[in-house]
Structures are given as structure tokens and as C-alpha cells.
């Protein structure tokens, strides 16, 4: 995670238009049935990994990464870097009011921290000009975007290039936990992985987005055998 707040933060002395994407299973498969997301995906700067299911893919194609970054973890230390370092934050999405009960929230966990507005919008294209003005105002050095994937990703796709913002990143839930609306694993759970369990006991109906995984699984399997059978071939 340090290295990740690094990063953002280079990326914000750096200026420009920079799209960080958190990636898990059901995106890779999703960007397989979908051109335009793995298109972004793609073209993203930086793709962080949010999911026991990326790391371990990644063990097993001998690329291992240190650890997952979920949004719902990543966003608290944006709050606490921004008060340590005067970011600018501008929060995105969720239920109309979550976002502002949402910098509420991080205003008292994280005294200094800099809120530089807040608006629900819509990832609807008809209402991109009203939460490019917002932002635009608003000045922020980060945008987080909670609409969910694809949509938050493909949100920042083709607004960013308008906004002036150094950095946006998708974070899918996050405001919703921060305000309370919904409530996270316990922690015992996220340390062993089993976040993604608790989710699906609250919320029933993300079976069928995770039924995806055994398919993923698949996948990675085949490329792992697929890379030994080369090297046999090549020794």
C-alpha cells in the first residue's frame, strides 16, 4: 500500500491526467465479453490488484505481488495522505447524500483532510457536463468515482480528458462503507481473504457475478500449463 500512495503521489506532483483502475477476476472476465472496458483497463496508468483471486493468479504465473489494494482500504489513506499533504479530494457517486455524509465521516477521522466537494451525479453520458462543472469548480487532485465497475472506469475514460484532475480512481462500494450504509467484513475476515464471502451471504445476488471465478480460475490453469509446455519445448 505505501508504494501505491507513492505512486498517486508522484502522479499528482506530476500533473496531467492520470485513470487508476483496482482490478479483480470479474473485471478480466468482463473485459473479455467487453472490447471497450478491456480497452481502458489497458490504457489505465496504474492497475492495482483488489482480490485474493489476483494474487494468487499471480503466484501461480510466477509474477507474485505483494498485496491486494482494495478501494475500501486505499480511500481512508488517501484521506489521511491528504491531510498530511493538502490533496485535494473530490468524492463521486454512490446514493444521492452518501457522499456527503461520506466526507463527513473522513472530515472527522482525518482532521485536515481536504474535501473539495462532493456530488452523486449518475454514470449516465446525459449527465456528464453537470459533474464535469462540479468538479472542474471544484478543483481536486484526486476524483474518486463510486458507480461501480465498468461504469465508474468507463466514467473516468472519457470525462478525464476534461477535468484537470491529476488523478481519478475508481473505488466501486467505498462510500458506502465509509458512511455506513453498508457494512465491510469483519477484519479477521479481509486478513484471510474471506471478504468477498461475507459480501455474498449479505447480498445473495452476487452469485451470478461470482460464478465467473471457477471460469477465471480455469483460465489461469491453462495459461500455467500452457507456459510449462513452451519451456519443455524450448529446453
Not at 472490447?35 to 493468479?57: C, H, K, S, T, Y
Request: with cysteine.
Amino acid at each position: 500500500m505505501p508504494s501505491t500512495l507513492a505512486v498517486i503521489a508522484r502522479m499528482i506532483r506530476e500533473g496531467g491526467a492520470h485513470q487508476i483502475v483496482t482490478v479483480n477476476p470479474e473485471f478480466i472476465m468482463r473485459a473479455e465479453r467487453e472490447p471497450a472496458f478491456a480497452a481502458v483497463l489497458e490504457r489505465a496508468d496504474l492497475a492495482i490488484p483488489d482480490g485474493q483471486g489476483m494474487l494468487w493468479a499471480a503466484r501461480l504465473l510466477g509474477r507474485p505481488l505483494q498485496a491486494r489494494v482494495a478501494g475500501s482500504d486505499l480511500v481512508p489513506l488517501l484521506a489521511e495522505q491528504s491531510a498530511r499533504e493538502g490533496h485535494r479530494l473530490f468524492l463521486l457517486g454512490a446514493a444521492q447524500g452518501v457522499a456527503e455524509i461520506a466526507a463527513s465521516c473522513l472530515e472527522g477521522r482525518y482532521p485536515g483532510v481536504r474535501i473539495a466537494g462532493t456530488h452523486a451525479g449518475s454514470p449516465r453520458v446525459e449527465d456528464d457536463a453537470e459533474s464535469r462543472a462540479r468538479i472542474r469548480d471544484s478543483q481536486p487532485d484526486v476524483l474518486l468515482v463510486a458507480y461501480g465497475a465498468p461504469a465508474q472506469d468507463m466514467w473516468i475514460a472519457r470525462n478525464q480528458p476534461h477535468l484537470q484532475v491529476p488523478v481519478a480512481i475508481g473505488i466501486g462500494g467505498s462510500l458506502d462503507f465509509i458512511a455506513g450504509v453498508q457494512k465491510r467484513a469483519p477484519l479477521w475476515m479481509r486478513e484471510h481473504g474471506l471478504e468477498w464471502l461475507y459480501r455474498l451471504i449479505r447480498q445473495p445476488w452476487r452469485w451470478r457475478r461470482m460464478a465467473v471465478l471457477p471460469v477465471f480460475a480455469g483460465r489461469v490453469l491453462a495459461v500455467r500449463l500452457q507456459g510449462r509446455k513452451e519451456k519443455r519445448c524450448d529446453g
